[in-house]
């Protein structure tokens, strides 16, 4: 049989890496510390309060990474308009028909498992990308909601911007419900995510899972063509 | 009193002395409320002299769909003068619960009041509105509470909506809410209204504000819902006695253990102290003795607007509207990532299937390279 020639492609630069791992890291570290803010251990101790300050740490970790979490938000956003080409914003917002025709595409192969056909998409394919749009709308709605919360706790400008957020939801423990319950569509994000990075490696065989490592994705030398013209 | 003309009205300083309090008393209580009200130490003396100086502020209190626990509370703050100067007969032109005239008579002094002092006097509202079936779930004197509000409203010159029934509805405005109990910010527009929530408010905050209106002529600072930022500012979590248990994860993990004994933080027995703004931790009840979280309950949030629908009062996490009382958004998750998990599970063997001969053709692809190295060694 015929051996493919591989063309090198570099999709994800440097400061989409940098942003997607300290987003997981930072996600990671809010979906943790938020369950135990939601649901503390129970701790029997015999040590006074004075002597002991676990939640307090939980809360603050969860504090520190929620500013990581904000500011890397906004430098994503801005990246999607000074990045390449597959990370400019019009990979995650559906614009055009050719976008709907694409999402329909990969419905159907990966997720409806079409017999032995590839979606191959050099960035984002166009589902994984409205996905993301949604993940980006989400991550607004823990920004919002998060900071609303934080705001009454605070003296400073920045969670004082959010101020306004409990008035909209009428009262706190609403606000907290949305913030708790957007949660948990990180964690089956997260769970779907890693298992198609998986799936797209062991399928197309072009290297994505190193991708976000060294940026790089392997392309056919006839699907590069193609591409190209 | 002439009926005809419009009254001379004796200033609060000389009500009381009238009725038998001395200038020490009155000067206690001009104290009390600077301290209450948050002020520095000359506010006493703006205090003192609106009071000496200022005839009483004309006031119609309504009630609606409520159970006078607000009036209750008042009447109990910690120090008399304020039941007897404001809420008394001295002060209150109309009030069902607690002036002596009755029928017509009552009619009469409010319709007296409205038209004698139009733009000046304050109308304060207890309870909510009932809007559905034109208003016919609350009719006092054949009118309906609607119309009531609204001509009282007409030439008031701010509204205090007293406790969470004013304020937004309480347990009558609760799911399914069958007589349409509407608060009266949302029946009034284009008046100053403050809101003062709470089921009941504390009676030294309703005090507070009523004494603010007097003495500086005008509304208190309110934040963006409504509510005195002098009271409402602060979650009582913030100001919570048991906070440093919070803060070293010490918590009371059924109202029996020897965690509650100790007095542990309620926030995993349903304390909604964190996300309920009030002076409960501060000010407290009944002259200062006690608040729901000292006496080993958690906070119910009574002064945050949907408090009854967010329940249970004894659990943290409120319950997932639409899926059962006992749902929680933690229950839901779970089971949504489990369907996740086996729903990936599912895909990932039947991409074996599904993709056979492309994934055949990778192995092949890379067996035959890594075969051909070995040759080449």
Same mark, same amino acid.
């Given at each position: 049989m015929k051996n493919k020639v591989l063309r090198r492609v570099y999709v994800w630069e440097r400061p989409v890496r940098l942003y997607h791992w300290l987003n997981a890291l930072v996600i990671v570290a809010l979906c943790i510390t938020g369950y135990l803010i939601g649901a503390p251990l129970a701790i029997q101790s015999n040590a006074e309060a004075s002597h002991s300050y676990w939640f307090g740490i939980v809360r603050f970790i969860h504090f520190?990474?929620?500013?990581?979490?904000?500011?890397?938000?906004?430098?994503?956003? %801005?990246?999607?308009?000074?990045?390449?080409?597959?990370?400019? +914003?019009?990979?995650?917002? #559906?614009? =055009?028909?050719?976008?709907?025709?694409?999402? +329909?595409?990969?419905?159907?192969?990966?997720?409806?498992?079409k017999r032995n056909r590839e979606h191959l998409a050099v960035g984002h394919n166009a589902l994984a990308g409205f996905i993301y749009f949604l993940t980006f709308i989400a991550f607004a709605i823990q920004c919002l909601t998060g900071g609303g919360l934080y705001a009454a706790m605070s003296d400073g400008w920045l969670p004082a911007l959010f101020a306004w957020v409990p008035g909209v939801f009428g009262n706190d423990q609403t606000l907290r419900m949305v913030h708790h319950i957007t949660m948990w569509f990180f964690i089956v994000f997260a769970i779907i995510h890693v298992y198609l990075v998986f799936y797209h490696d062991f399928v197309e065989g072009r290297g994505e899972m190193s991708s976000m490592g060294g940026g790089w994705k392997f392309i056919e030398e006839e699907v590069f063509h193609k591409h190209k013209a | 009193?002439? *009926? =005809?003309?419009?009254?001379?009205?004796?200033? &609060? &300083?000389? !009500?009381?002395?009238?009725? $038998?309090?001395?200038?020490?008393?009155?000067?206690?209580?001009?104290?009390?409320? @600077?301290? %209450?009200? /948050?002020? !520095? =130490?000359?506010?006493?003396?703006?205090?003192?002299?609106?009071?000496?100086?200022?005839?009483?502020? #004309?006031?119609?209190?309504?009630?609606?769909?409520?159970?006078?626990?607000? *009036?209750?509370?008042?009447?109990?703050? *910690?120090?008399?003068?304020?039941?007897?100067?404001?809420?008394?007969?001295?002060?209150?032109?109309?009030?069902?619960?607690?002036?002596?005239? *009755?029928?017509?008579?009552?009619?009469?002094?409010?319709?007296?009041?409205?038209?004698? %002092?139009? $733009?000046?006097?304050?109308?304060?509202?207890?309870? =909510?509105?009932?809007?559905?079936?034109?208003?016919?779930?609350?009719?006092? $004197? $054949?009118?309906? @509470?609607?119309d009531i509000l609204q001509e009282a409203a007409a030439g008031a010159k701010a509204i205090i909506a007293w406790g969470s029934c004013a304020c937004n509805g309480c347990v009558q405005a609760a799911k399914p809410n069958p007589t349409g109990a509407t608060p009266i910010h949302k029946l009034v527009k284009g008046k100053p209204i403050i809101k003062v929530p709470g089921c009941p408010p504390i009676g030294e905050v309703m005090a507070g504000v009523l004494v603010h209106v007097v003495t500086f002529g005008r509304i208190p600072e309110l934040d963006r819902i409504?509510? #005195?930022?002098?009271? %409402?500012?602060?979650?009582?979590?913030?100001?919570? &006695?048991?906070?440093?248990? &919070?803060?070293? /994860?010490?918590?009371v993990e059924s109202f029996d253990d020897e965690n509650a004994r100790k007095g542990y933080c309620l926030y995993k027995v349903g304390c909604k102290g964190p996300t309920t703004y009030n002076a409960c931790g501060v000010t407290k009840w009944n002259n200062g003795t006690s608040y729901p979280i000292q006496s080993g309950h958690g906070c119910i949030g009574c002064s945050e607007e949907n408090f009854w629908d967010n329940g249970p009062f004894y659990r943290r996490l409120s319950s997932f509207p639409g899926f059962g009382i006992e749902s929680t958004a933690d229950k839901i998750g779970t089971i949504a990532a489990g369907v996740t998990a086996a729903g990936i599970a599912a895909h990932a063997i039947g991409t074996n299937i599904m993709k056979k001969k492309i994934i055949q053709s990778h192995i092949q692809e890379g067996r035959s390279g890594a075969k051909e190295l070995d040759i080449e060694k």
């Open positions: 520190l990474a929620a500013y990581l979490f904000f500011f890397n938000f906004i430098f994503r956003i %801005y990246w999607g308009f000074v990045g390449n080409k597959y990370a400019n +914003w019009k990979n995650f917002v #559906p614009t =055009s028909k050719a976008f709907f025709k694409e999402m +329909w595409d990969v419905i159907r192969i990966d997720i409806f498992l | 009193m002439a *009926s =005809s003309a419009k009254p001379q009205r004796p200033t &609060y &300083y000389e !009500e009381l002395i009238q009725k $038998g309090y001395s200038r020490r008393d009155f000067m206690k209580f001009t104290t009390m409320i @600077a301290a %209450y009200l /948050g002020l !520095e =130490s000359s506010g006493v003396a703006q205090i003192t002299e609106a009071l000496m100086t200022k005839s009483r502020l #004309p006031v119609i209190w309504l009630h609606f769909q409520e159970c006078t626990c607000c *009036s209750e509370s008042f009447i109990r703050s *910690s120090h008399p003068i304020v039941a007897d100067i404001i809420l008394d007969k001295i002060s209150l032109d109309y009030t069902e619960t607690l002036m002596a005239a *009755s029928g017509h008579q009552a009619e009469a002094a409010m319709h007296k009041t409205m038209t004698d %002092y139009p $733009g000046e006097y304050v109308l304060c509202v207890e309870g =909510s509105v009932p809007v559905d079936a034109d208003g016919a779930y609350c009719c006092i $004197g $054949g009118k309906s @509470a609607v409504g509510r #005195p930022k002098a009271f %409402y500012s602060k979650r009582v979590h913030d100001s919570c &006695y048991r906070r440093p248990f &919070y803060d070293a /994860g010490l918590f």
